[in-house]
């Protein structure tokens, strides 16, 4: 049996920082998905540091054509956005969403965690059960939740995966009400005698689709 002691060093010592940040990137590069901190670290040997192998590694790739991004809790190898002109000529597979898709996950977005109830009330109609399917299929909104009020309603949030689409760190960096309005997405001001979203009408979940969502 092989012992170990200060003087004859230990079988767990952890390699060096260096070495550290080369399977940090190994990882990065080979997962199609953002990966913690904690599943960086399981795949290390024992006693490395993972969240100071990363940082070494973002420092490393800064101005390069590829960057190491946080998304979420996770982090992840992608392409510089200036960058990504060059990507154009890549197959685009839309995927299409119905406006009471959109504004369901636009409210959830928004007013994360929200109940299906809540999004029943900012949409002024109701939600239907293939609308919540078809934003839980694509994994942009999970379950959060439970409220602790009654009958104990499950909550929704955005996902990682959405964060990642829309290259985003976290759901604060979403643009605010003044950036929707300079893009033209917003009206500066509603119009005299506005109803809320969705009042006077049925859930078009079946009916008219938009392809303002595209996923490479």
Request: net charge negative.
């Amino acid at each position: 049996m092989t012992e170990t002691s200060e003087e004859t060093g230990t079988l767990f010592e952890a390699p060096p920082l260096a070495e550290q940040e080369r399977m940090v990137e190994a990882v990065l590069f080979a997962s199609a998905e953002p990966v913690t901190i904690g599943d960086l670290e399981a795949r290390m040997p024992h006693g490395s540091d993972a969240a100071q192998a990363v940082d070494l590694l973002r420092k490393r790739y800064e101005g390069r054509g590829v960057r190491v991004v946080r998304v979420g809790e996770a982090w992840a190898i992608r392409t510089a956005p200036d960058l990504g002109f060059l990507m154009q000529k890549e197959t685009v597979e839309t995927r299409k969403l119905s406006r009471a898709a959109i504004e369901t996950l636009a409210i959830v977005a928004y007013h994360q965690p929200c109940t299906r109830a809540e999004i029943e009330e900012i949409r002024g109609v109701s939600v239907s059960r293939g609308t919540i399917d078809q934003l839980l299929e694509m994994e942009w909104i999970r379950l959060g939740r439970r409220r602790m009020t009654p009958g104990r309603p499950v909550t929704f949030v955005v996902t990682p995966q959405f964060l990642d689409h829309f290259g985003l760190e976290n759901a604060r960096d979403l643009p605010g009400l003044q950036e929707l309005r300079a893009a033209g997405l917003l009206e500066n001001r509603p119009p005299p005698g506005t109803i809320p979203m969705g009042e006077g009408r049925e859930d078009e979940d079946d009916d008219e689709q938009t392809e303002l969502f595209e996923e490479e």
